[in-house]
């Protein structure tokens, strides 16, 4: 790929990138949130149009306007969030738009036996006959793999693939990826994680700000130089808590106070009365962060709402600084006491119709000095509003220019914005750096240390391990809704917390 | 990512002058090209067309007659925009303004017929306070139907519309049947039940002020208060309200209910105050235009009373067409379908 | 009720099911690939009036079902050109559709015929009997003794269910109203299914529109629709959205509608209006249960854009 540029609106997504991927390698292409990278590769696999630029295979100029092209030259992409259709069979799934024999009347025994070939071949285990919606991530991941290598791709591109995968999970995925690699396919491997990038890849290309910033072998590669390279200078990698080598970022809790957080045995049913979350207990107490550990679905979602009245337990108790969440209105929670960093952004947490004000002040609409005697004062929200904007660095026009105006990035500052914004006993904030770049990460990091230094508590709720382990004190870890055990940090181990995340403790 | 100074909302009389001509500028544009699409097939058809856009533009103008007629259209008009544009703002479509105003003119005229010997004082607000509440009943079927079951609230609203015909047809043929028409129609409701006149001759009622009032309260209710700023991030985005702790499923509810009731109260002063009774058929196509105005306002309650008045003046003008030109009425229906057209096309072009 | 009188009860709630059955279907194949009609009622009155009008001027009842076919599809055309290509709101835009519809069957019927004291009237379709099936004892009789467009809506609807079900195209298709982006990134035409089926389901409409005044009416009258356009929403829902459970569920539809209608000539102590109102009452009540259990199809309603990036 040859001087891409891409530009959504007036944002310059990417800036002139140049990319060379060799047969038979693994090529990591790392950077931070907004480096660029997902959007170079949707530029490949025919999902973006580029503004310019040209993009060459086997020393051939090809045209790609769209995933049928790139599917034809022998692409495949395997996307952050899967792209599959959930009521559809896994076999339904992957042979979604693939010329079928009989195509009037759907024969797709021949196909099954494809895909249990290919499943054979790369150690990808899958059931052909299962439901999509049953599975868990691990079985989907290898579905969208799958998807790939039934049309006979020679380039597979994957999008942050481990988010979801326990290390054990991660450990296989690579191995299948290491067969692909040694029968002549490549393969490019997008993450922000750099000790995946140097356990995994044969080279390696860092982005920055939608520019091409190196390209290395492994064996010329060192974590240090990677690390300046992602973040350039606009960080100071030596202070930096991102990147901190050092075992405590700060100092212990103090355990014999009263938690602000308690949760007793606490049970959330669904709506097939299965539970959800099952006979949790769980504090909190002040100057601490507890990390939650597991794959997404586990509960996660669950544990949060209920801690903000918005699921009611079927049993068990859940105070705050002594407040009973049952016997009081969310909206008053939020007043004093909890600050929420929703799990999904777009789906939780914004309103893109609304004004930036408007979405600034979610949830403190009935407090002072926003409101009085139920009328809005909106002098004094815009002046907070611009206030906010400042401090967080959220690019807009202002507090009244339109949501939908904002990108992810500053949609997720408006999120960090709003839940800092009033002080509270408890934040409980769900993947808070997600879609982040590293400066922005840090900022969030150190808000969070910040509550705590201040005597707050934390639940930071997170499907970044590194995350957790860089800032908890304790980790507790989900598995089915249940805590299948809490760690705290001088017992942290990445691969006993893998196998809390798979159950392997509950289950055996 | 470099950090941009946030520049400060543009402030100053000069600044907020543009901001307000660069809105009403797609608007215009989209007011021209209607009438210049639809002269031009008028123009095909044989007809004068330069007679026909002074028509249907001045006949409010021309006479104090046509302008008390324009009034007395926007006043439902008005209220169905609100009934429309109120459960709107929580992302609800009422589609049911037509049968909510005719449970509203049922309820008044029934109030007003059987207690019509109480004096003005009394009868007056009861019959308005029965066309609000029987507007509220009607809109809080299809709201319960969404709070209970999901019920798709636009399927409902509109179902609802054709039992209330029925209904009237009921009322005004079993019920309270003036024999002396031959148009179903009931008997006329009690004089302390009408509307006191602000002018007698052409005769002007006072529910003009009474909506104008309405619309204000709607307005802050809606743009001012900490409740209307629920209702509106509701709309906005529900999942984000209840994660916030806003009660979503009751806003729903509540949107519907006052939809129904503003609804509800334009079949009372249609009653009170233009026929004096329950006709069939009264509710003519305001529900059908106050959808097109909330649209076309884009569900800004401000503007509503602004486009309301303009759709008056031209139906005003439509019907003063049929009857000098024999143009149909239902073309300036299209004229008014083809702006709400241009006014949302501005928008995406906008964007780009 | 005799056996001749059965057997006459059923025949007409097979023909009161087609406009049921066309505009149903027609609002589930949009719904399929994502593009939900809210305009069912405004297409209808248009259909029904250029349909009667072309098979007036041309004394021709095929070229009326045609031309309604034709207008159909440009409303539908016109639907999938401002959700899909401007990705308008879908609600508002089938609105401005209904509203557009509505006041133009009236204005064309006026311009082509005027104001006239007897109204203009075309012949109703005839009933083709199909040899040997019409035979079979009561069923055949039901079922094989129609008009065409009855034998139509069993083709269409049995097609429908076919093609989505049976075919690898059906597979792509359902696709596009449950994840856009992932039919797109397997190269599966979005924007082309999407446009084909809501003019298809455009052209449905129109077809059902027509029907009714070659089957009731024999002319075109302003009330002539009464509602059915958004009964048939109620019945794609009714139906889950699948053509099999839609034609069954039409059955309902029409069974009540010439119940009402029966009740009412035959007479009885309640009141006309209460008769009127059944339809709309029973297919409320019907819903109620259904709308906890039906699965739409999982895009309903929305636009897809590629390169969006951040889909809410």
């Given at each position: 790929?040859q001087?891409?540029?891409?530009t959504?609106?007036s944002?310059?997504?990417?800036?002139?990138v140049?990319?060379?991927?060799?047969?038979?390698e693994?090529?990591?292409?790392?950077g931070g949130n907004?480096?660029g990278k997902?959007?170079?590769?949707?530029?490949?696999?025919?999902?973006?149009?580029?503004d310019s630029?040209?993009i060459?295979?086997?020393?051939?100029?090809?045209?790609?306007?769209s995933?049928?092209?790139?599917?034809r030259?022998?692409?495949?992409?395997v996307?952050?969030h899967?792209?599959q259709?959930d009521?559809?069979?896994?076999?339904e799934n992957i042979?979604l738009?693939?010329?079928?024999?009989?195509?009037?009347t759907m024969?797709?025994?021949e196909?099954e036996?494809r895909?249990?070939?290919?499943?054979d071949q790369?150690?990808?285990?899958?059931?052909?006959q299962?439901?999509?919606?049953?599975?868990?991530?691990?079985?989907?991941?290898?579905v969208?793999?799958l998807?790939a290598?039934?049309?006979?791709?020679k380039?597979l591109?994957?999008d942050?693939?481990?988010t979801n995968l326990?290390?054990?999970?991660v450990?296989?995925l690579?191995?299948?990826?290491?067969?692909?690699?040694?029968?002549?396919?490549s393969?490019?491997f997008?993450?922000?994680k750099?000790?995946?990038?140097m356990?995994?890849c044969?080279?390696?290309t860092v982005?920055r700000?939608?520019?091409?910033?190196l390209t290395?072998?492994?064996?010329?590669?060192?974590?240090?130089?990677?690390v300046q390279?992602?973040v350039g200078?606009?960080l100071?990698?030596?202070d930096s808590?991102?990147?901190?080598?050092?075992k405590?970022?700060?100092?212990p809790?103090?355990r014999?106070?009263?938690?602000?957080l308690a949760m007793?045995?606490v049970?959330?049913?669904?709506d097939?009365r299965q539970?959800?979350?099952?006979?949790?207990?769980?504090a909190v107490?002040p100057n601490?962060?507890v990390?939650?550990?597991?794959?997404?679905?586990?509960?996660?979602r669950e544990l949060?709402?209920s801690?903000?009245g918005l699921?009611a337990?079927s049993a068990?108790r859940i105070?705050i600084?002594?407040?009973?969440?049952?016997?009081?209105?969310t909206v008053?929670?939020l007043?004093?006491?909890?600050?929420y960093?929703p799990?999904?952004?777009l789906?939780?947490g914004?309103?893109p119709s609304a004004?930036?004000?408007?979405?600034?002040?979610?949830?403190?609409h009935?407090q002072?000095?926003?409101?009085?005697?139920?009328?809005l004062?909106w002098?004094?929200?815009?002046?907070?509003?611009?206030?906010?904007?400042g401090e967080?660095k959220?690019?807009?026009l202002?507090?009244?220019?339109?949501g939908?105006n904002?990108?992810?990035?500053?949609i997720?500052?408006?999120?960090i914005?709003?839940?800092?914004?009033f002080?509270?006993?408890?934040v409980?904030?769900?993947?808070p750096?997600?879609?982040?770049?590293?400066p922005?990460i840090e900022?969030?990091f150190?808000k969070?240390?910040?509550?705590?230094?201040?005597?707050?508590a934390?639940?930071?709720i997170s499907?970044?391990l590194e995350?957790?382990?860089?800032?908890?004190?304790?980790?507790?870890?989900l598995?089915?809704g249940?805590i299948a055990?809490?760690?705290t940090?001088d017992?942290f181990?990445?691969?006993?917390?893998?196998r809390l995340m798979?159950?392997?403790?509950?289950?055996? | 990512?470099?950090?941009?100074?946030?520049p400060?909302?543009?402030?100053?009389?000069?600044?907020r002058?543009?901001?307000?001509?660069?809105?009403l500028?797609p608007y215009?544009?989209?007011?021209?090209?209607?009438?210049?699409?639809?002269?031009?097939v008028?123009?095909?058809?044989?007809?004068d067309?330069?007679t026909a856009?002074?028509?249907?533009?001045f006949t409010?103008f021309?006479?104090?007659?046509g302008?008390?007629?324009?009034l007395l259209?926007?006043?439902?008009?008005?209220l169905?925009a609100?009934?429309f544009t109120?459960p709107?703002?929580?992302?609800?479509?009422?589609i049911g303004?037509e049968g909510?105003?005719?449970?509203?003119?049922?309820?008044a005229?029934?109030v007003g017929?059987i207690?019509?010997d109480l004096?003005?004082l009394?009868?007056?607000?009861?019959?308005l306070l029965?066309s609000?509440?029987?507007?509220?009943?009607?809109?809080?079927?299809p709201?319960?139907?969404?709070?209970?079951?999901?019920?798709?609230?636009?399927l409902t609203t509109v179902l609802?519309?054709?039992?209330?015909?029925s209904?009237?047809?009921?009322?005004a043929v079993?019920?309270?049947?003036?024999p002396?028409?031959?148009?179903?129609?009931t008997?006329p409701i009690?004089?302390?039940?009408e509307?006191p006149?602000?002018?007698?001759?052409?005769?002007l009622h006072?529910?003009?002020?009474l909506?104008?009032l309405?619309a204000?309260?709607?307005?802050?209710y809606?743009n001012?208060?900490s409740?209307?700023?629920?209702l509106?991030v509701?709309g906005a985005?529900p999942?984000?309200?209840?994660v916030?702790?806003?009660?979503?499923?009751?806003l729903?509810?509540?949107?519907?209910?006052i939809?129904g009731?503003?609804?509800?109260?334009?079949?009372g002063?249609?009653?009170a105050?233009?026929?004096?009774?329950?006709?069939?058929?009264m509710?003519?196509n305001?529900?059908?235009?106050?959808i097109i105005i909330?649209l076309?306002a884009?569900g800004n309650?401000l503007?509503?009373?602004?486009?309301a008045?303009?759709?008056?003046?031209?139906?005003?003008?439509?019907?003063a067409?049929?009857?000098?030109?024999?143009?149909?009425?239902?073309?300036?229906?299209?004229?008014?379908?083809?702006i709400?057209?241009?006014?949302l096309l501005?928008d995406v072009?906008k964007?780009? | 009720?005799d056996q001749?009188?059965?057997t006459?009860?059923?025949?007409l709630v097979i023909?009161?099911?087609?406009?049921?059955?066309?505009a149903?279907?027609g609002?589930m194949?949009g719904?399929r690939?994502?593009?939900?009609?809210?305009a069912?009622?405004?297409?209808m009155?248009v259909?029904a009036?250029v349909?009667f009008?072309a098979?007036?001027?041309?004394?021709?009842l095929?070229?009326?079902?045609l031309a309604?076919?034709?207008?159909g599809?440009v409303?539908?055309?016109?639907?999938?050109y401002f959700t899909?290509?401007l990705r308008?709101?879908q609600f508002?835009?089938g609105l401005?559709?209904?509203f557009?519809?509505?006041?133009l069957?009236?204005?064309?019927?006026?311009?082509a015929?005027?104001?006239?004291?007897?109204p203009?009237?075309?012949?109703?379709?005839?009933n083709?009997a199909i040899?040997?099936l019409?035979?079979?004892p009561?069923?055949g009789?039901?079922?094989?003794?129609?008009?065409?467009?009855?034998?139509?809506?069993?083709?269409?609807?049995?097609f429908?269910?076919?093609?989505?079900?049976?075919?690898s195209?059906g597979?792509?298709?359902?696709a596009v109203?449950e994840?856009p982006?992932?039919?797109?990134?397997l190269?599966?035409?979005v924007?082309l299914?999407?446009?084909?089926?809501?003019i298809?389901g455009?052209?449905?409409?129109g077809?059902a529109g027509?029907y009714l005044p070659?089957v009731?009416?024999?002319t075109?009258t302003?009330?002539?629709?009464?509602?059915r356009?958004?009964l048939a929403?109620?019945l794609t829902?009714?139906?889950g959205w699948?053509p099999?459970?839609i034609?069954?569920g039409?059955?309902f539809f029409?069974?009540?509608?010439v119940?009402a209608?029966r009740?009412?000539v035959i007479?009885?102590?309640v009141?006309?209006?209460?008769?009127?109102?059944?339809?709309y009452?029973a297919?409320i009540?019907?819903?109620?249960?259904?709308?906890?259990?039906v699965r739409?199809?999982?895009?309903?309603g929305q636009n897809y854009?590629?390169?969006?990036?951040?889909?809410v």
């Amino acid at each position: 790929m040859q001087a891409v540029r891409k530009t959504f609106g007036s944002v310059v997504a990417l800036n002139e990138v140049n990319l060379h991927i060799n047969r038979n390698e693994i090529h990591g292409l790392l950077g931070g949130n907004g480096a660029g990278k997902t959007t170079l590769m949707n530029v490949l696999y025919g999902l973006y149009k580029p503004d310019s630029g040209q993009i060459r295979l086997d020393g051939q100029p090809v045209e790609i306007h769209s995933p049928r092209d790139a599917i034809r030259q022998g692409i495949g992409m395997v996307h952050q969030h899967f792209l599959q259709v959930d009521t559809y069979t896994v076999l339904e799934n992957i042979v979604l738009g693939t010329a079928i024999k009989n195509r009037p009347t759907m024969q797709l025994a021949e196909a099954e036996q494809r895909v249990k070939a290919l499943s054979d071949q790369f150690g990808l285990t899958v059931k052909p006959q299962a439901m999509l919606e049953t599975l868990p991530m691990g079985a989907r991941q290898r579905v969208e793999i799958l998807k790939a290598l039934y049309r006979g791709i020679k380039i597979l591109i994957l999008d942050e693939p481990t988010t979801n995968l326990t290390p054990q999970e991660v450990d296989s995925l690579f191995e299948s990826l290491r067969v692909m690699v040694s029968q002549g396919m490549s393969v490019v491997f997008i993450t922000h994680k750099l000790g995946e990038v140097m356990s995994a890849c044969d080279r390696i290309t860092v982005l920055r700000e939608g520019q091409s910033v190196l390209t290395l072998d492994r064996a010329a590669a060192s974590p240090e130089s990677l690390v300046q390279a992602m973040v350039g200078d606009e960080l100071d990698v030596a202070d930096s808590l991102l990147f901190s080598t050092s075992k405590t970022v700060s100092d212990p809790p103090d355990r014999t106070q009263p938690p602000i957080l308690a949760m007793d045995a606490v049970t959330v049913l669904g709506d097939n009365r299965q539970p959800l979350l099952e006979a949790c207990s769980l504090a909190v107490y002040p100057n601490e962060i507890v990390g939650i550990a597991g794959v997404a679905g586990n509960g996660q979602r669950e544990l949060a709402e209920s801690i903000l009245g918005l699921q009611a337990p079927s049993a068990g108790r859940i105070s705050i600084a002594g407040t009973d969440v049952a016997q009081t209105p969310t909206v008053k929670l939020l007043e004093k006491l909890v600050s929420y960093i929703p799990e999904d952004r777009l789906q939780d947490g914004f309103l893109p119709s609304a004004s930036v004000g408007q979405n600034l002040i979610l949830g403190r609409h009935r407090q002072e000095p926003y409101s009085k005697n139920g009328f809005l004062n909106w002098p004094v929200i815009n002046r907070a509003a611009r206030r906010l904007i400042g401090e967080y660095k959220i690019r807009t026009l202002g507090p009244d220019d339109t949501g939908a105006n904002l990108s992810g990035g500053n949609i997720q500052r408006v999120m960090i914005a709003r839940a800092f914004s009033f002080p509270a006993q408890l934040v409980v904030a769900h993947n808070p750096t997600q879609g982040l770049d590293i400066p922005s990460i840090e900022f969030v990091f150190s808000k969070l240390l910040a509550h705590k230094a201040a005597g707050g508590a934390t639940l930071l709720i997170s499907e970044n391990l590194e995350e957790l382990l860089l800032l908890c004190d304790r980790i507790a870890t989900l598995y089915r809704g249940r805590i299948a055990g809490i760690l705290t940090r001088d017992e942290f181990d990445k691969y006993e917390i893998g196998r809390l995340m798979s159950g392997a403790r509950i289950d055996s | 990512m470099a950090l941009e100074l946030t520049p400060d909302a543009p402030s100053g009389a000069a600044t907020r002058f543009k901001q307000i001509a660069d809105q009403l500028l797609p608007y215009l544009i989209a007011v021209v090209v209607a009438f210049i699409v639809i002269g031009l097939v008028i123009g095909l058809m044989g007809f004068d067309v330069l007679t026909a856009y002074r028509t249907i533009l001045f006949t409010s103008f021309k006479s104090k007659n046509g302008f008390v007629q324009t009034l007395l259209k926007f006043v439902p008009l008005l209220l169905q925009a609100l009934a429309f544009t109120v459960p709107l703002a929580a992302g609800k479509f009422n589609i049911g303004g037509e049968g909510q105003m005719l449970m509203g003119a049922i309820g008044a005229a029934i109030v007003g017929i059987i207690f019509a010997d109480l004096p003005l004082l009394i009868l007056l607000p009861l019959v308005l306070l029965a066309s609000v509440l029987f507007g509220a009943l009607w809109g809080a079927i299809p709201a319960w139907l969404l709070y209970q079951f999901n019920m798709n609230e636009i399927l409902t609203t509109v179902l609802l519309n054709f039992i209330s015909f029925s209904l009237v047809d009921y009322v005004a043929v079993e019920l309270f049947r003036d024999p002396a028409a031959g148009h179903p129609t009931t008997v006329p409701i009690g004089a302390g039940g009408e509307l006191p006149l602000l002018i007698s001759s052409p005769p002007l009622h006072s529910g003009l002020i009474l909506a104008i009032l309405v619309a204000a309260a709607v307005y802050i209710y809606t743009n001012k208060t900490s409740a209307g700023y629920e209702l509106v991030v509701t709309g906005a985005n529900p999942r984000a309200a209840g994660v916030f702790g806003i009660p979503v499923r009751r806003l729903f509810f509540a949107s519907l209910v006052i939809g129904g009731m503003l609804a509800g109260l334009s079949g009372g002063i249609e009653v009170a105050g233009s026929h004096h009774r329950l006709i069939e058929g009264m509710q003519s196509n305001y529900l059908l235009l106050g959808i097109i105005i909330g649209l076309i306002a884009k569900g800004n309650n401000l503007a509503v009373p602004f486009v309301a008045f303009f759709i008056a003046i031209l139906e005003v003008g439509a019907s003063a067409m049929q009857r000098t030109l024999l143009i149909p009425g239902e073309m300036v229906f299209i004229v008014e379908a083809l702006i709400l057209l241009f006014v949302l096309l501005s928008d995406v072009f906008k964007k780009r | 009720m005799d056996q001749a009188q059965l057997t006459n009860f059923a025949k007409l709630v097979i023909l009161a099911m087609v406009p049921y059955v066309l505009a149903s279907q027609g609002t589930m194949l949009g719904g399929r690939t994502g593009i939900f009609n809210v305009a069912q009622e405004g297409i209808m009155l248009v259909g029904a009036s250029v349909g009667f009008l072309a098979a007036y001027l041309s004394n021709s009842l095929l070229v009326g079902v045609l031309a309604a076919t034709l207008v159909g599809g440009v409303f539908g055309l016109a639907l999938a050109y401002f959700t899909t290509t401007l990705r308008m709101n879908q609600f508002v835009i089938g609105l401005a559709l209904f509203f557009i519809g509505l006041a133009l069957s009236t204005l064309l019927f006026k311009f082509a015929i005027g104001v006239t004291l007897r109204p203009p009237l075309v012949p109703t379709l005839p009933n083709i009997a199909i040899p040997g099936l019409a035979q079979i004892p009561f069923l055949g009789e039901v079922l094989f003794d129609q008009n065409w467009l009855v034998y139509f809506t069993f083709i269409v609807s049995a097609f429908l269910y076919y093609l989505l079900y049976q075919t690898s195209f059906g597979l792509e298709l359902r696709a596009v109203g449950e994840n856009p982006k992932a039919a797109d990134s397997l190269g599966v035409n979005v924007t082309l299914l999407r446009y084909g089926t809501a003019i298809a389901g455009g052209m449905l409409m129109g077809i059902a529109g027509a029907y009714l005044p070659m089957v009731y009416t024999g002319t075109f009258t302003e009330g002539i629709v009464q509602g059915r356009g958004w009964l048939a929403i109620a019945l794609t829902f009714f139906g889950g959205w699948r053509p099999d459970f839609i034609f069954l569920g039409a059955l309902f539809f029409a069974g009540v509608e010439v119940l009402a209608l029966r009740v009412q000539v035959i007479g009885s102590v309640v009141p006309y209006q209460i008769l009127l109102m059944l339809p709309y009452i029973a297919t409320i009540l019907v819903m109620m249960p259904a709308f906890k259990g039906v699965r739409a199809p999982a895009f309903l309603g929305q636009n897809y854009d590629r390169e969006k990036r951040t889909q809410v």
